[in-house]
């Protein structure tokens, strides 16, 4: 990981000073993009699994699984690279995300027969503890207050 | 798949989770103490992955046609508290440990699909 912000710490990219690019993942961004790389490698290897061997059971649960998997793979990117565009771009993926649960969580809802498998955006994540439904809500906050801790001086 | 040595795991885990909220609540950073507990717990699920191994070698089957999905919760299982350990190591803050106790926590839910998994809960 170190080595990795090195490298993200020296390409070009809109506004930055070194601090705002490490802020994104540092202090609370710490459990917050553990907790987006846990969703991402669940996710994905749940989405792998059921279209490889049973896509034709719920194909559309599991299209969303995996399109859910994702969005939470880019967000992952997005909080380790930090950065203003990633930052912007991670906004944008946080909104979809929080979007997809609702909409996905109503629809399952109303309609539980189009779903007979359940995704992680069913009933709202209801399965996964509400933490799909969370982490959206606390990601965008993170993103949009920059990620930036009130220790780092800024000047 | 051997359950007490599941439910051991999993107890272990959640007696990590809750040690390492309990320092994110007093916004202490991750110990010495709480490594060593992490190496404690990684070595239980060590065991369980050389047990789960030798079982699978002995021509044990989880029930259903479930065998890769068994595996990948097998290594999961495993890699959980390294990797959490890992990203914890260079956050100096309470948020080292509340990452830990993120992973303890997900480990004892994983030790619970493990269990589903070979005994026939679904995939």
Known sequence: MGALAEVSATDGGAGGRP??????????GRLLVTLYAIFTVGAASRSLYQLS???????????????????????????????????RLGLAACA???????????????????????????????????????????GLFWLRAGGARPAVPRD | MLTPLTIA??????????????????DQSAKDWHYAAMAVVTL???????????????????????????VSYLV??????????????????RWGPATVAAGAFLLAI?????????GGGVG
Not at chain 1, 19 to 28: K, Q, T
Not at chain 2, 110 to 118: G, I, K, N, P, Q
Request: glycine share 10%; proline share 5%; charged share 15%.
């Open chain 1, 19 to 28: 601090a705002d690019r490490h802020g994104l993942r540092s202090g609370p």
């Open chain 1, 53 to 87: 061997t049973r896509f034709d059971e719920a194909p559309l649960a599991y299209l969303l699984s995996a399109g859910a998997a994702l969005v939470y793979a880019l967000i992952t990117v997005v909080l380790v690279r930090g950065g203003e565009r990633a930052r």
């Open chain 1, 96 to 138: 979809v995300e929080l979007a997809g649960v609702l909409v996905v969580g109503t629809w399952t809802v109303l309609d539980p027969s189009a779903f007979p498998d359940s995704t992680v955006w069913s009933t709202y994540g209801m399965g996964y503890l509400f933490l799909p439904l969370v982490l959206p809500v606390v």
């Open chain 2, 9 to 26: 795991v999993a107890a272990a885990a959640v007696l990590l989770g809750v040690w390492c909220a309990v320092a994110a609540l007093r």
């Open chain 2, 44 to 70: 239980l699920t060590v065991v369980q992955l050389v047990v789960g191994i030798v079982m699978l070698a002995g021509g044990d089957r989880p029930a259903g046609d479930s065998t890769a999905v068994f």
């Open chain 2, 76 to 93: 999961s299982v495993t890699a959980c508290v390294p990797v959490v350990g890992m990203v914890a190591l260079g956050e100096r803050s």
């Open chain 2, 110 to 118: 994983l030790e619970l699909r493990l269990h589903d998994v070979w």
